[in-house]
């Protein structure tokens, strides 16, 4: 069975600091998707990044970067120039081929310090 | 552009009481849509997720159930609340070409 792994329940970074959370995948897939999702205080759940197991290149959106090491399952979210709006509960998921679920992880909590 | 709303927001009911929360989307069709739930603290349990009008897969057993009677609408419901049924109740869609699934506003439900 797939299974998603977020080891850090709890980050925190200073504004305007980089921070990584990590995340790590059990699959036997070759084919999947990995997603960050963001979750503030409001609870509503908001796509960060994707990235495709077939894409060698590592995905970006603006401050937001993955380092994907496929080899070794894992999935990383870089945060640069940490913002006090990034301060939420981050998830980690996969989703493989057709298949139509995703599989979360527990979430790692970060806080943004002014 | 692609909406999807959730309702209630927020609602309390006491224990044995029945429920319905519904989910529709706008923008898109044929989508497959989910219910999740979150308890405090922490991760998402999938509920049930539909591919298509009247069709409904299970993930847990469970007192709840599920109903898609329109293409882009996704009902949850119980016919009597368990304290055990408190919680954030998330809908969610994705369609093609897209592989991600996007998330409802939520419901937070309240069993006393």
């Known amino acids: 069975a797939q299974t998603v792994t977020q080891s850090q329940p709890e980050m925190s970074v200073q504004e305007a600091e980089t921070v990584t959370l990590s995340c790590t995948y059990d699959?036997?897939?070759?084919?999947?998707?990995l997603f960050w999702y963001k979750q503030p205080p409001s609870r509503q759940m908001i796509l960060v990044i994707r990235?495709?197991?077939?894409?060698?290149q590592n995905a970006t959106e603006n401050r937001f970067s993955v380092n994907f090491q496929k080899a070794a399952k894992s999935f990383s979210l870089k945060i640069s120039d940490s913002q006090l709006g990034d301060a939420a509960m981050y998830f980690c998921?996969?989703?493989?081929?057709?298949?139509?679920?995703?599989?979360f992880g527990k979430g790692t909590l970060l806080t943004v310090n002014p | 552009s692609q909406t999807i709303h959730q309702w209630p927001a927020t609602l309390v009911q006491p224990v044995g009481s029945p429920l319905s929360l519904e989910c529709t989307v706008e923008?898109?069709?044929?989508?497959?849509l989910y219910w999740y739930r979150q308890a405090a603290g922490r991760g998402l349990q999938l509920l049930f997720y539909?591919?298509?009008?009247?069709?409904i897969s299970s993930e847990v057993p469970q007192n709840l159930s599920a109903s898609r009677p329109q293409d882009r609408q996704f009902i949850l419901s119980s016919k009597k609340l368990l304290l055990s049924d408190s919680g954030f109740y998330l809908c969610?869609?994705?369609?093609?070409?897209?592989?991600?699934?996007?998330f409802g506003p939520g419901t937070r439900l309240t069993v006393l």
């Open positions: 998921a996969y989703k493989w081929g057709s298949n139509y679920k995703l599989t």
């Open positions: 969610a869609w994705n369609a093609l070409p897209y592989n991600e699934q996007f």
């Open positions: 699959t036997s897939e070759s084919d999947y998707y």
């Open positions: 539909s591919v298509g009008i009247g069709q």
């Open positions: 923008g898109t069709s044929n989508p497959n």
């Open positions: 990235q495709e197991a077939y894409k060698q």
